[in-house]
């Protein structure tokens, strides 16, 4: 069980008002709020042992290393890695998925396929196509249903032994939408092929464990997590990240270094050159501490009884049109009402200290699918209360009054 | 015909009746519904200006010295913008377009329209107004 009303008080942005409104934060699925605990682990570490790290003997950079180290340990306990050193900290979900597109580059040649599936982000398209205007490889995708399901019986028929590698979100961000990936990874390897998931809306709500999924890559930010912002994680099989050659060049990813040649560090230094993020990374670790305090299964539960009373709420609206019907999704809502515009809705919401997102959601082939301009996305948190969403009713109630 | 400086301080003077924000954008949704619409000749892909949030399309013609504006958006509160930027505008020398400012938007409480976070399309159409008011002002010397 959850006790909302004491976990809000953890986080203190959440006593603001907006527009002289009590603010009413529902786009979680762009960036969840950060509770006290891990802002007080940023300023701890500027407070008291800011520091370089692997680099110094003296006792600052050896306690921040120790913090940085402890943090790789805490993420690969969450995520149920093998070894530490397949935990690679990133500046976000995108930067690991260049990390892989980039190393991929040498890894393919022309005629190879790439499989993605209809329901992906921008930042899990572009890296790819511009993969195959290098490389000469063939990008296919994986099509969805009206319900905003993956047709799985079309996977089976674009697998060949042609694919090389298959990217697909755990959860997709514009329609919530939990994608069956260990039924995808198992199809995958059958034909030789890798894995690559974007956890990033996944991660918040659901704890993948990586071994049993038996994923080749994972990928996700901490800022979806209740950490900081530019800071994120690539999982990586030890075989399969030991394959990709080095993304960039620079301090902390070399062995020996002289004019003739460089030789690399192994893992996860070959992925990490230059001075990392490394308040951030130790704060990656407080924001796991603090969501697994509450227990990831209570977040679920909690967040599917605000999901269950959102879409039944929203669903008396009438001209109210929810997109994405999965029988498994996140708590997020997408909707129209009418042919009222996203924006519109948005804008008024706005004004009633109400912060949701509009618009394509950075998921353009999927507004493309569904013929429409956008959608108002709602994404609840565990922090969220059944009477933020009543108020996000009755204010879309009034917005609705004032657009018509 | 008033100058664009006189049109905004009409603009500023009626805005300023109003006492909440509802109101304030009651009547800029008003403005946008009765928006004269763009010509759908001009309603293409070559007047487009894709914001992420919302489409607008506009389109100049040159009447005499002055510079006839007409547009339209897909969503109403971009479309009540547009009309009170129209109406500043609308029917003025390129000269005057080129000098105005768009300070009176800030003044009738809808600065945030006009941030380029936003990107409902209204910062690259007050560009592509001065960009007509520049192109039609080589053509009128």
Redesign the interface.
């Known amino acids: 069980m959850i006790d909302v009303k004491k976990i809000r008080k953890d986080f203190p942005i959440l006593e603001r008002q907006v ?1 002289g409104y009590p603010l009413v934060y529902f786009d979680n699925a762009a960036t969840s709020q950060t509770p006290v605990q891990v802002i007080d682990t940023i300023v701890d570490y500027y407070k008291n042992y800011n520091a370089n790290i692997h680099r110094g003997v003296h006792s600052l950079s050896q306690e921040a290393t120790d913090a940085y180290e402890a943090a790789r340990q805490k993420i690969q306990s969450h995520f149920n890695a093998a070894h530490p050193y397949e935990i690679i900290f990133t500046s976000g979900t995108t930067h690991s998925i260049n990390i892989i597109a980039s190393g991929y580059s040498e890894l393919l040649k022309a005629g190879d396929e790439l499989l993605v599936s209809a329901l992906e982000h921008h930042s899990n398209i572009v890296p790819w196509q511009m993969l195959c205007e290098r490389t000469g490889a063939i990008l296919k995708v994986i099509p969805m249903d009206e319900q905003g399901v993956l047709i799985l019986d079309e996977l089976d028929k674009l697998l060949s032994d042609k694919t090389k590698l298959v990217f697909v979100n755990h959860v997709s961000n514009a329609l919530g939408t939990v994608n069956p990936i260990a039924e995808i990874i198992e199809k995958v390897h059958a034909v030789g092929a890798e894995v690559l998931v974007d956890g990033a809306q996944a991660s918040p709500h659901i704890q993948a464990d990586v071994q049993s999924l038996n994923v080749d890559y994972y990928v996700t930010s901490a800022h979806k997590l209740c950490g900081p912002t530019g800071v994120g994680m690539l999982f990586g099989k030890q075989v399969a990240l030991e394959k990709l050659p080095p993304y960039q060049g620079g301090g902390e990813m070399i062995a020996e270094v002289t004019f003739e040649k460089t030789t690399y560090a192994g893992l996860p230094h070959k992925f990490e050159a230059g001075t990392p993020n490394i308040s951030g990374v130790i704060a990656f670790g407080a924001a796991l501490d603090y969501m697994n305090s509450i227990g990831m299964e209570n977040i679920a539960a909690y967040e599917e009884e605000l999901l269950v009373h959102g879409t039944k709420e929203l669903m008396k609206i009438p001209g109210l049109k929810i997109y994405g019907e999965a029988a498994h999704k996140t708590a997020v809502i997408s909707f129209n009402v009418g042919a ?5 809705i ?3 919401l706005d ?1 009633m200290g109400i912060a949701v997102r ?3 959601h950075c998921a353009q082939p999927i507004m493309d699918f569904y013929k429409i ?2 959608t108002v996305r709602a994404s609840f948190s565990f922090y969220n209360t059944f009477e933020e969403i009543d108020l996000m009713v009755v204010a879309l109630k009034k917005a609705i009054t ?2 018509q | 015909m008033e100058t664009i400086k006189a049109v905004q301080n009409d603009i500023i003077e009626e805005f300023s009746m109003f006492d909440d ?2 109101q304030r ?2 009547y800029m ?1 008003e403005l946008g519904k009765s928006l004269p619409l763009i010509a759908s000749k001009f309603k293409s892909d070559d007047y487009i200006i894709k914001g ?4 607008v399309w506009v389109h100049a013609d040159l009447q005499g010295t002055k510079l006839i504006f007409t547009a339209d958006s ?5 479309k009540g913008i547009i009309a009170i930027l129209i109406r500043a505008y609308s029917n003025q020398h390129p000269d005057e377009i080129l000098n105005a400012n768009n300070d009176f938007i800030d003044k009738i409480g809808l600065k945030e ?1 006009l941030s380029p976070t936003r ?2 399309g209204l910062v690259s159409m007050i560009k592509q107004m001065k960009m007509y008011a520049l192109a039609f002002k080589t053509q009128l010397n």
């Open positions: 527009n009222i515009h996203p924006y519109d948005g804008s008024i004004k509009t618009g394509h301009p956008g004032m657009l | 924000w509802m954008y009651e949704i992420c949030q919302s489409k897909d969503a109403i509160i971009t329209h990107a409902n």
